[in-house]
């Protein structure tokens, strides 16, 4: 086994998912920044990646920090440190929407069109990104993760209890299966 296989292996973390009481949890603001976080942000990274995912927040690998990283096509992988989105559009998009966190389940999510969106790097370092189309999507839903809000809790009441009921399925399928 390679030295970078075996390193990706033990950075592997494991996804909370619908019911782990950390993801309804306000995430605390990050204020050491260390080796102990960027190995986080590394672990976090392969994670999403082995898990198909193109975003992925502190809280949903068990840590109750605000934190979230992403992938996105045309934008790159980044790290999102203490993030606050200060500016959204008044236009409106509407697109499918999934999450590590609920595996398999997927819903329309109306949010703004495009963010602004402050964070600091994994040095500390403030840094501003405007973002629209896909990269905004992931921003926001990420975010909401770091304030205890899932992509479910956007839906109105009868879609959110479909989606609970489909949930509740499928965990009773992988119990018995």
Known sequence: MTVGLWYSLLAML??????????????KP???????LST????????MVEANGVG?????????????VVDVPDFGKRAFI??????????LSCMEEGCLSIPGLFHDVERPASVVVQAQDPNGKVF??????????V???ENDHLNGVLFIDRLDTVEQEKMQK???????????G
Request: glycine share 4%; net charge positive.
């Open 56 to 68: 992925l927040a502190a809280p949903q690998v068990g840590a109750d920090i605000r934190l979230f």
């Open 30 to 36: 990050v204020k050491t920044f260390d080796s102990s």
């Open 139 to 141: 921003i926001q839903h």
């Open 166 to 176: 489909a949930w509740q399925k499928r965990a009773k399928r992988r119990q018995s």
């Open 14 to 27: 494991d996804i909370y998912t619908l019911g782990d009481e950390i993801l309804r949890e306000r995430c």
């Open 128 to 137: 501003t990104v405007k973002a629209d189309g896909l990269l905004a999507r």
């Open 40 to 47: 986080l942000i590394d672990a976090m990274y392969t994670t």
């Open 82 to 91: 203490n993030p606050q989105i200060i500016e959204t559009s008044m236009e």
